[in-house]
């Protein structure tokens, strides 16, 4: 115990989470009862989550304390390095200064343990023993299954039918960790069972999977149900992530002009960016801060700022966030953790309140960066993370036009070495860029209920 005390001070792992949302200068609007649209209250959450992470998901306190034995497994990972591209830079031949926070280095490869760990923390202390939860391509239910089995949880994971056929290895991953892992849409659910009668064949979806792990915890007093994005509390979670770059900046003496981050749910995106947007708000700073996402599903770019429910099925509270509708389906591109109709509700705030620049962009030129980025600094990023190299490459040969010293800093969220059938099509010839027409998202948005 001594010796982790002491590893920990050396390694300078955040005490606190950051919590962005008393220093906003506005106020976000509560989720709504989609009966009576009436603002529902903490306790509408309560069969789903622990009273704690329903706690944190309403706090006002701007610092929630980090528990000892959530950093003593954070510590197993974190810090997690921050790099200067220098290579990139001179690839570039920009005088622009490239860093990026890697949280490829966790044991799942990307930054959701942050969150993953305090919930299942959570759950355990308040005598939980089960937890449930949808994964698309496996990202974070391989995160919550290490989670689980680290503080001892038992975890089930309903994986969307396709990808547990076409991705086998985070499904082998997840059951290394312990996990159960299920086929969604499965015969042990009411939500299952209802889509296998009307299409045994279904491939399933996030959507009905999220319908699946809900209904699971719901009917099962000993489970509960984890998210692994876009609510408050999982954002705070990341925040780890943004005061660590805080404090390298500074060590490596340096400021960022711009924060760059991949925005599918918010999560990574607002775990960079806010410890940075509350020097801006402070009056410090004046750093730009940019999300970048697919131009196939152009949530903040071209979604409206509107009450929208969260899955598919339409069953969640409604969430006022930048959304293209519940009922659109985004094109299936690579980079599956950024095809979300929807958005976190603070960073969609953040974007309307003109705090938070976003930008979009396709398929092939995101891959582009991604190889050159790997080529460069020898990591492969994942495919969501391309757009965040992408848009940083574009911002570095804008500085290098301007003839500017630009400090810009990006989150590499996670790498990329369960998505190699991804660059093999990439490099084999190119993708499609699967783009909406403006038409085909005025349906998906008129679609939005009120
Ligand atoms: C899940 C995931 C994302 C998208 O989720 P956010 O909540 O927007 O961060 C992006 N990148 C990687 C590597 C992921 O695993």
């Given at each position: 115990m001594q010796q982790t005390k002491f590893l920990l001070d050396e390694k300078r792992i955040p005490e606190s989470w950051y919590n962005l949302v008393p220093d906003l200068p506005f106020q976000l609007e509560p989720p709504l009862n989609p009966a009576t649209r009436e603002p529902v209250g903490p306790e509408a959450f309560a069969p789903i989550f622990p009273e704690e992470i329903i706690r944190q998901e309403v706090t006002a306190e701007p610092y929630v304390p980090i528990p000892e034995e959530v950093r003593e497994i954070y510590a197993l990972w974190?810090?997690?390095?921050?790099?200067?591209?220098?290579?990139?830079?001179?690839?570039?031949?920009?005088?622009?200064?490239?860093?990026?926070?890697?949280?490829?280095?966790?044991?799942s490869g990307s930054h959701k343990p942050n969150t993953a760990v305090p919930q299942a923390f959570y759950n355990k202390q308040e005598g939980v023993r089960r937890l449930t939860t949808e994964t698309g391509a496996g990202q974070w239910g391989s995160s919550l299954a290490f989670a689980c089995e680290t503080?001892?949880?038992?975890?089930?994971?309903?994986?969307?039918?396709?990808?547990?056929?076409?991705?086998?290895?985070?499904?082998?991953?997840?059951?290394?960790?312990?996990?159960?892992?299920?086929?969604?849409?499965?015969?042990?659910?009411?939500?299952?069972?209802?889509?296998?009668?009307?299409?045994?064949?279904?491939?399933?979806?996030?959507?009905?999977?999220?319908?699946?792990?809900?209904e699971d915890a719901v009917k099962n007093d000993d489970a509960k149900y984890s998210l692994g994005s876009v609510l408050n509390h999982v954002l705070l979670h990341q925040t780890v992530i943004g005061q660590e770059a805080l404090e390298q900046m500074e060590l490596a003496g340096e400021y960022p002009d711009v924060v760059v981050g991949c925005v599918g749910g918010g999560s990574n995106f607002g775990g960079i960016a806010f410890p940075f947007i509350r020097e801006n708000l402070k009056g410090n700073k004046d750093t730009r801060i940019i999300g970048v996402e697919p131009a196939s599903?152009?949530?903040?770019?071209?979604?409206?700022?509107?009450?929208?429910?969260?899955?598919?099925?339409?069953?969640?509270?409604?969430?006022?966030?930048?959304?293209?509708?519940?009922?659109?389906?985004?094109?299936?591109?690579?980079?599956?953790?950024?095809?979300?109709?929807?958005?976190?509700?603070?960073?969609?705030?953040?974007?309307?309140?003109?705090?938070?620049?976003?930008?979009?962009?396709?398929?092939?030129?995101?891959?582009?960066?991604?190889?050159?980025?790997?080529?460069?600094?020898?990591?492969?990023?994942?495919?969501?993370?391309?757009?965040?190299?992408?848009?940083?490459?574009?911002?570095?040969?804008?500085?290098?036009?301007?003839?500017?010293?630009?400090?810009?800093?990006?989150?590499?969220?996670?790498?990329?070495?369960?998505?190699?059938?991804?660059?093999?099509?990439?490099?084999?010839?190119g993708l499609v860029n699967l783009e909406h027409s403006d038409e085909e998202i005025e349906r998906a948005v008129a679609g939005i209920p009120g």
């Open positions: 974190r810090p997690t390095p921050l790099f200067r591209a220098r290579r990139l830079e001179k690839l570039l031949d920009t005088p622009a200064h490239i860093y990026y926070k890697y949280e490829g280095v966790s044991p503080l001892g949880l038992d975890c089930t994971v309903y994986m969307v039918k396709v990808s547990y056929g076409q991705k086998p290895y985070r499904r082998i991953m997840m059951e290394t960790y312990g996990a159960e892992v299920h086929a969604s849409p499965t015969d042990l659910t009411q939500a299952g069972r209802d889509i296998l009668e009307q299409d045994p064949d279904s491939p399933g979806s996030l959507g009905i999977a999220i319908s699946e792990a809900v599903c152009p949530t903040l770019t071209k979604g409206r700022y509107v009450y929208d429910f969260g899955d598919t099925a339409g069953t969640t509270p409604m969430m006022k966030m930048y959304t293209l509708g519940h009922s659109f389906v985004p094109s299936g591109i690579h980079a599956g953790g950024l095809r979300y109709h929807g958005d976190s509700p603070i960073v969609s705030a953040l974007v309307h309140e003109g705090l938070v620049e976003a930008r979009a962009y396709a398929q092939n030129p995101t891959f582009e960066a991604g190889v050159a980025f790997a080529r460069a600094e020898g990591i492969v990023p994942a495919p969501e993370v391309t757009h965040a190299i992408k848009a940083t490459m574009d911002l570095a040969l804008e500085a290098r036009e301007a003839g500017e010293e630009k400090t810009i800093l990006f989150n590499l969220c996670g790498h990329g070495h369960f998505d190699f059938s991804a660059y093999e099509q990439y490099l084999a010839g």
